[in-house]
């Protein structure tokens, strides 16, 4: 767990073209608070950095501190050489020391591959981790957007948190009805409006996805169970729901969302090759898992979490957020059946207990 926590959080930032990730961006390396961060983006020229807040240029490698005291960096052909370089050079002073890292992706980039390459690239994961996902979508024109590009569906679903932007001039009735397709598409991930840009450093960074540093609030925060089971209903094995609610979380399409849970322990032999064979052969399409686990052989909660086929290595809370022991994994897939999902569970664990 130490080891863990020691990593740099990395935040990824999403949203397709016109979506006001440059506003944030922009707001954000002027708050003081921002010192300590490596900012990513893909272009200087598309952010359109206001050079009156640059305090020192590396031009050449295209490499910018802020007066805010926080480092911005474009990515130079590829992002796994990125953070290397970033974290080489910080250790060697040559740039001011940063504890976490802020990644911006192109408005038509699909955020999944991206979040595949923290999360197992093996020149990364000794230094870094991912702390999250946020994505913003423009109050104006989500809905089109939605409608009209499946990349804008994917990066709205693999969210931790959707920050709706340009709420001040979109119709009230527009911006209700993509706030509820949002949270239809997906229930875990809280919403917030935001205008000019306006957002403070703590909803960038303050996920809670693995920093057990924070309030346990944020695991259930992240984990929002409560709105996701609301139509299942718990049972004595694993995920013994009423199938007929399934549909409830579908929208978008093939995109649907949904929380299996069980009440008793789990063996980790047979939840790690379930992760593992869901993951070979639906890894496509699971576009986000996030879960907290009952393990059998563990007294404390076991986080997990993926995207598509890669897995972060499960990660061991230090203490139960709350008298609730319940396994709750979080699915936002693509065609993938909850029944199918919950039944592989089940026989992936009752094999594991009957190796035991």
């Not at 802020?66 to 050489?81: E, F, N």
């Not at 948190?161 to 009230?172: E, G, M, N, Q, S």
């Not at 694993?238 to 007929?244: E, I, K, Q, S, Y």
Request: charged share 25%.
């Amino acid at each position: 767990m130490s080891a863990e926590l020691k990593k740099k959080p990395i935040t990824v930032i999403t949203g397709f073209l016109g979506s006001g990730k440059t506003t944030v961006l922009n707001h954000l390396l002027r708050d003081k608070k921002f010192s300590d961060t490596a900012v990513i983006i893909n272009e200087f020229g598309e952010i359109g950095i206001d050079h009156l807040l640059v305090d020192t240029s590396f031009e050449e490698e295209e490499m910018v501190v802020m007066q805010s005291g926080c480092i911005c960096c474009t990515i130079r052909g590829d992002l796994v050489d990125t953070l290397a370089d970033l974290e080489t050079r910080a250790r060697a002073e040559e740039l001011p020391p940063f504890s976490r890292v802020l990644v911006e992706t192109t408005g038509l980039a699909d955020p999944a591959p991206i979040l595949q390459t923290i999360m197992s690239d093996f020149l990364l994961v000794d230094k870094y981790r991912l702390g999250g996902v946020v994505a913003t979508v423009d109050a104006v024109n989500g809905n089109s957007t939605l409608d009209q590009h499946k990349e804008a569906i994917k990066q709205a679903a693999v969210a931790d948190r959707l920050f709706v932007t340009k709420t001040d001039i979109a119709d009230p009735v527009q911006t209700t009805e993509l706030e509820a397709r949002l949270e239809g598409l997906n229930p875990g991930a809280p919403l917030q409006e935001i205008i000019d840009g306006k957002v403070s450093p703590e909803n960038i960074f303050g996920l809670g996805l693995y920093d057990v540093r924070q309030k346990t609030d944020d695991v259930r925060t992240w984990l929002a169970d409560t709105e996701i089971a609301a139509h299942s209903h718990h049972g004595h094995g694993v995920g013994l729901g009423h199938d007929t609610q399934e549909d409830v979380n579908r929208h978008d399409a093939d995109i649907g969302a949904f929380c299996i849970t069980a009440d008793e322990p789990l063996p980790w032999p047979g939840v790690k090759a379930w992760l593992e064979s869901i993951g070979s052969l639906r890894g496509e399409d699971l576009l986000r898992v996030k879960g907290i686990l009952n393990i059998t052989e563990f007294d404390t909660p076991v986080i997990i979490h993926g995207v598509q086929h890669v897995f972060h290595p499960p990660v061991r809370l230090e203490a139960w957020p709350d008298s609730d022991h319940t396994t709750r994994i979080v699915f936002i897939t693509k065609n993938i059946p909850k029944g199918g999902l919950e039944n592989s569970l089940a026989s992936f664990c009752k094999a594991a207990g009957k190796k035991s």
